[in-house]
């Protein structure tokens, strides 16, 4: 789908009296949701495009002597982003029964195997390019990833 094609389709939502719209079209799922959620599993599911359309604004404001920028989301942790190199499926372990090659707050050397990624039937290892530790695995196992999109986010040792 074309940005002109989704942009299209959050105005019928905004328009329409749906909450929620979804279409499949070419392998790829677009979902639009007129009132704010939690979108956490969106951000992580490849070939889903999660756009909301404006929620209403909160009716006031709580008391709590907290400003607007206190209470906003959790910073992201810090870190640099470990791509995938090919499109296909993500595995964090060799096996379903083996144990992942690596998890949160392990430390790994350059040429290390991270995890494998299927494609076309074939399993490629994808390995370390320089010694680091994992600070947050960002795919979801034996789920499609995309060509540059983030697998782990680690840092630089």
């Known amino acids: 789908m074309k940005p002109d094609d989704i942009q299209r389709l959050v105005q019928i939502v905004e328009n329409a009296d ?14 639009i949701t ?3 959620q939690s979108i956490q599993t969106a951000a992580h599911v490849p070939q889903q495009i ?5 929620a209403a604004p909160p009716a006031a404001a709580p008391e709590s002597g907290t400003s607007p920028a206190a209470e906003a989301a959790p910073a992201k942790p810090k870190g640099e982003e470990l791509k995938s190199p090919m ?3 993500f595995y964090r372990a060799p096996a379903p029964d083996a144990e ?20 076309m039937k074939l399993m490629n290892e994808v390995e370390a390019e320089f010694s680091c530790r994992i600070v947050e695995i ?3 196992n034996a789920q ?14």
């Open 18 to 31: 749906i909450a929620e719209l979804e279409v499949k079209s070419w392998g790829r799922r677009v979902k």
């Open 144 to 157: 499609p990833v995309e060509y540059n999109q983030p697998l782990f986010l680690v840092e630089r040792l």
């Open 138 to 140: 960002v795919a979801e």
């Open 50 to 54: 999660a756009v909301s359309a404006p």
């Open 87 to 89: 499109v296909g499926t």
């Open 100 to 119: 992942a090659y690596v998890k949160v707050g392990d430390t790994v050397k350059e040429g290390e195997v991270l995890c494998i990624i299927e494609a």
């Open 34 to 36: 007129k009132y704010a």
